[in-house]
T-cell receptor, first 111, second 113 residues
Framework: EDKVVQSPLSLVVHEGDTVTLNCSYEVTNFRSLLWYKQEKKAPTFLFMLTSSGIEKKSGRLSSILDKKELFSILNITATQTGDSAVYLCAVASNSGYALNFGKGTSLLVTP | GAGVSQSPSNKVTEKGKDVELRCDPISGHTALYWYRQSLGQGLEFLIYFQGNSAPDKSGLPSDRFSAERTGGSVSTLTIQRTQQEDSAVYLC???????????FGQGTRLTVV
């Protein structure tokens, strides 16, 4: 059975800190790994990763995938209170249809 | 439209009633997903449509749940004889094809009283 595990489950940091969120997975016939940010209802798309070792970057957020060790990390540098959200990792395979989501990491950035 | 549109945004219904939730995906997106998120929980897959292929219904929790997608575009999720445990946010997402970035609607918050 496909599995996506995120850690930590929750995290509290001070503004300006750097955080690293983890996502490990077991999936048959891997296709892609996606990161989302969920603040209220709708998750918003951050990154899609398909190749190992290639960093995706958007402002203070970056992510990288390791297909050998089956994990991805999401880094946020110089955190701001607006980064407070649940960060979701999802994995897609070529042999299944659904995006398989982890339970998320709840990040709280305090002033 | 510019994004995935869901309606209604909120729905309160009495236990035992039927409800219909609507999703209008991004134009041209062939893949459409329904997920459910209960309070404090992760996203639970319900059903997936891809083009004209038979939908993957493996996530539907019971036969009270059904969904259809008309003309490869708008989708409706129907819950019959609602129960209190059906209370959740129902999220719809679409993507250009399977495995690519899926874009979510704002969801429908369903409360069964």
């Amino acid at each position: 059975e496909d599995k996506v595990v995120q850690s930590p489950l929750s995290l509290v940091v001070h503004e300006g800190d750097t955080v690293t969120l983890n996502c490990s997975y077991e999936v048959t016939n891997f296709r892609s790994l996606l990161w989302y940010k969920q603040e209220k209802k709708a998750p918003t798309f951050l990154f899609m990763l398909t190749s190992s070792g290639i960093e995706k970057k958007s402002g203070r957020l970056s992510s990288i995938l390791d297909k050998k060790e089956l994990f991805s990390i999401l880094n946020i540098t110089a955190t701001q209170t607006g980064d407070s959200a649940v960060y979701l990792c999802a994995v897609a395979s070529n042999s299944g249809y659904a995006l398989n989501f982890g339970k998320g990491t709840s990040l709280l950035v305090t002033p | 439209g510019a994004g995935v549109s869901q309606s209604p945004s909120n729905k309160v219904t009495e236990k035992g009633k039927d409800v219909e939730l609507r999703c209008d995906p991004i134009s041209g997106h062939t893949a459409l997903y329904w997920y459910r998120q209960s309070l404090g929980q992760g996203l639970e897959f319900l059903i997936y449509f891809q083009g004209n292929s038979a939908p993957d219904k493996s996530g539907l929790p019971s036969d009270r749940f059904s969904a259809e997608r008309t003309g490869g575009s708008v989708s409706t999720l129907t819950i019959q004889r609602t129960q209190q445990e059906d209370s959740a946010v129902y999220l719809c997402a679409s993507s250009p094809e399977t495995g690519l970035g899926a874009f979510f609607g704002q969801g429908t918050r369903l409360t069964v009283v």
